[in-house]
């Protein structure tokens, strides 16, 4: 068998998930199935981490029009490669990226594509299809299926788990082999124009602790609270849905299913239900605090910690305990207030 | 400006999503049905553009005749013509639904007038294949950018200009018209339909469209709700009391 994984990378670093894939590629289809396919300047540098990782052999796109990612023409490139390579299998990092260039090179072959897997089975040889199970819902829902088709396109949901292959003989050679698509002149696509980076500071997706606010905090004036606790703990502020349609909050600050999700070591939740589409957004702060007046609140009865009260009276009482403490621990008195 | 706006039916779910006895399909008995956020984000786009530029809003679906209900909420944003294609009561796979869609809308531009633009959510709110728009705009040889937060048009260069983010940042896109563009949650703040919008729905002629469909390759078996971890909630107490009990917890976890 040989599957073939997608390995996304920046400048021959190759990304977390995309060693996911490569794990994922060995296991379905075998020792010395996994062959790795990768875009752009600096593939060849991948060299020595593919083949620890247990790589058979890696190909590599080039094409003046591959050297800056356009989901069309990288699309219809790997659908070449694959028409040329008759793989049993391609397997990407469920990223953003990942899942379009897969739909895209899909689309293209003629072939079905399962996004999001949790779990592979490449089955036995009497039942052509793959059964997988994908995440739906951001995870809250898993859709068992199988996959039937000539060659099996499939994406790894972030954060599956798998064992590496224990890396064989890795003094090998890992054999480069080059491949340049055809891209006919007339080819309608789009073309990157403009990147920027984000100013730094904290940021919804990375702060360590995260306060939050829903329909409870009420308005907009109402999240300054939180925003001053945010700050006293290094912290970022983030909203359910009905804070953002509301206008309270910027989309950015947006945590679910459609905004963003985050991993802190503390979420804290105040006026927010914990509905399915916010708490998937959630569910994978190692804490939570749930502040609501309805002990009965699903984010309540599935937080680490709660407090029942008015989410305006409990704050800045919190506010001020802290502010206490920490005047307290470097020895100064606290500020009158 | 001719835009398709193309929307799928979807359960609502609460806090906790349930199953109808056969595993295959979520039950919506209590919660019925609604569009996805970034599909309510792409109808208020084109309307917004449409208003700007002037040209028309198409709304798109294929479900079940009950779909019909979605098409109307549409209607009562803004839309002009609500067009169903009836594919009955089982759950399309990406493959066939992108078909139907692909059909419908050959035999919507059969007249010989195409859309300038075709609008998809960025994945769809219940089976989230992230593939349905990028088929059809395969199958109709378009330019096609997803996650798009930000569209600017050009209408003398014919151009637009499709921003969204990326790894630690944003990036802009240029595409040539027509192109399809699938959008996410954030792109504009969809506005409530008015009581003006809800009656002009209500009495709209709908519109069907009849395709053929063939399954494609990836087969549901089931739907299943993983294991949840029961939690014990730790209570810290009630209202202002709870501060100290708060802050013990915050000194805990190391973030104070
Ligand atoms: C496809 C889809 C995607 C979605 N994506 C997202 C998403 O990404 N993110 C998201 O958040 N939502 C999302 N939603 C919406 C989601 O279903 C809920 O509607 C939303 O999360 C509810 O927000 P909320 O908890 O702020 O409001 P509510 O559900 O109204 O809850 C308000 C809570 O505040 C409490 N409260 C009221 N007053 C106070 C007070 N003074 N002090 C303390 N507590 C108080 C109440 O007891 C209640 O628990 C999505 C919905 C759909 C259909
Ligand atoms: N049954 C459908 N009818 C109309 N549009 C659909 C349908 N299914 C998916 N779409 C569109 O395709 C997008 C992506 O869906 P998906 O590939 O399922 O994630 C959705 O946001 C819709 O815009």
New binding site residues.
Partial sequence: MTVLAIVEHDGGVPTAGSLQAVAVAAQVGGTGSAEAVAFGPGAELLRPRLVTAGVARLHVLEHDLLDDYSPETWGESLAQLVGQLRPDGVVAAGTDRGNELMAQAAARAGLPFAANCVAVDGGTGTSPAWQLTRARVGGLLYEDADLTASVKMLSLAAGVEVATAPSAADSHELPVEVFTPELPADFAYSRVVERAGHTTGVTLATAPVVVS??????SAEGFAPLEELAELVGGAVG??????NNGWRPHSD??????TRIAPDLYIA?????????W??CMNAKAILA????PE?P?VTRATYAVI????D?LPAVIAAVRRRAGASTGRRPALT | MDICVCVKR?P??GSTILLTDDGMNVDTRHLGF?I??HEECAVEEAVQIVTAHGGSVTVLTAGPPEAEEQLRYALSLGADRGVLIDTGPEELDAEQTASALTQAIRQLESGGSRFDMLLFGNES?DASHYQVGIRVACALELPMVGGVKGIQIDEAAGTLDLRRDAAGGIEVYRTPLPAAVAVA?GLNLPRYPSMRGRLRAMKARLDTVEVQLEPGGLRKRGLRRPAEQGSQTVMLGTGPEAADAVADVLEELGVV
């Fill in positions: 606010g829903g329909r409870g905090v009420a909203c359910s849905r009905v804070a953002t947006q945590v679910g299913q459609t905004g105040c006026g927010i239900s914990g509905a399915t589409q916010h998937v957004g502040i609501n007046t309805d609140a984010m009260g008015d989410v305006q409990v | 979807v609502g779910t609604t996805g956020p709110a949650e």
